[in-house]
């Protein structure tokens, strides 16, 4: 796992947690730490959007195929 997978998957996770907390507390992490609507919760949700297509790209690439692997690298 790459450094860019690993930064995706960690901001998909702190999306999904944040969600979670949402639907189960109707509780914003992110808008109790930077306010509601300021511009550092846009851009985590922004960043958060991005990783998660980062990972449906991630999840429809066969890493254990040999070509996979080596257009990756090239």
Not at 10 to 33: E, K, M, P
Not at 61 to 70: S, T
Request: charged residues 10%.
């Amino acid at each position: 796992m790459n450094i860019v997978q690993k930064i995706a998957l960690t901001f998909t996770i702190i999306g999904a947690l944040n969600w979670g907390l949402v639907g189960i507390f109707n509780f914003n992490l992110v808008d109790y730490i930077f306010g509601v609507g300021s511009v550092m919760s846009r851009i985590i949700y922004i960043v958060v959007a991005l990783s998660g297509l980062i990972n449906i790209v991630i999840y429809f690439i066969d890493l254990n195929h040999p070509c996979a692997i080596k257009e990756r690298i090239d």
